[in-house]
């Protein structure tokens, strides 16, 4: 089955520091690649959509000089936090969307917490 | 605007005994619908998709749901759970194309012995 990789799977940076967190589609092509965040106990809200060569979109709210995305390759998008603050720490998933399909396969998640 | 309503957000089940979670949407057209799994600090998995066609889909670990397009509805069901079923159910819409998913709040599920 398609399978994507998020990682690290932890992290936790001071404040002020940026943190990278790479999503990789291993067994398939991804153009379009969604981060999602989600605060304890709560629900998984988007982010932004990432697509293959081109800027991501972003959700109303989202600052996007904050959440930097890169998606370089039909395999991998990257998510930097810029200058992270306590209230950045959270749950941060990745999804890919199977190039010409429908259904998105989910990484595991990213757990950042910024001291 | 779109958006998905789960309306319970706790359940407290008997083991061995059948669940209902509810699930409503609000979008244009009819979206893709799904239901996902989430244990303690852990990822997303799958349980069952509706894209088109038979409106009662089998899904994974015994639930089913069943599309309900004149309620706006898609209810995840069990007909006996287990303990192992305890964990957080998210309901998820999406409107095709380059969309992403939306969410909603959550159901967490309690499992009584």
């Known amino acids: 089955g398609a399978v994507v990789s998020q990682h690290p799977s932890r992290v936790i940076c001071k404040s002020g520091t940026s943190v990278k967190i790479e999503c990789r589609s291993l067994?398939?092509?991804?153009?379009?690649m969604f981060w999602y965040r989600q605060f304890p106990k709560q629900s998984l809200m988007l982010m932004a959509t990432?697509?293959?060569?081109?800027?991501?979109?972003?959700e109303q709210g989202v600052e996007k000089d904050k959440f930097l995305i890169n998606h370089a390759s039909l395999t991998l998008s990257t998510l930097t936090v810029t200058s992270a603050h306590p209230e950045d720490s959270s749950f941060y998933i990745c999804?890919?969307?199977?190039?010409?399909?429908?259904?998105?396969?989910f990484g595991q998640g990213t757990r950042l917490t910024v001291v | 605007a779109q958006s998905v309503t789960q309306p319970d957000i706790h359940i407290t089940v008997s083991e061995g005994a059948s669940l209902e979670l509810r699930c409503n949407y609000s979008?244009?057209?009819?979206?893709?619908l799904f239901w996902y799994v989430q244990s303690p600090g852990q990822g997303l998995q799958l349980l069952l998709k509706?894209?088109?066609?038979?409106?009662l889909v089998q899904g994974i670990k015994g639930f089913e749901a069943e599309f309900k397009r004149s309620q706006s509805s898609f209810n995840l069901r069990k007909p006996s759970v287990h303990w192992s079923d305890a964990a957080e159910y998210f309901c998820?819409?999406?409107?095709?194309?380059?969309?992403?998913?939306?969410f909603g709040k959550g159901t967490h599920l309690i499992i009584q012995p």
């Open positions: 999804s890919a969307r199977v190039t010409g399909g429908i259904r998105a396969f």
């Open positions: 067994d398939f092509q991804a153009t379009t």
């Open positions: 990432s697509n293959e060569g081109s800027k991501a979109t972003y």
């Open positions: 979008y244009g057209a009819t979206p893709y």
């Open positions: 509706y894209f088109s066609g038979d409106t």
């Open positions: 998820a819409a999406s409107g095709g194309g380059a969309d992403g998913l939306t």
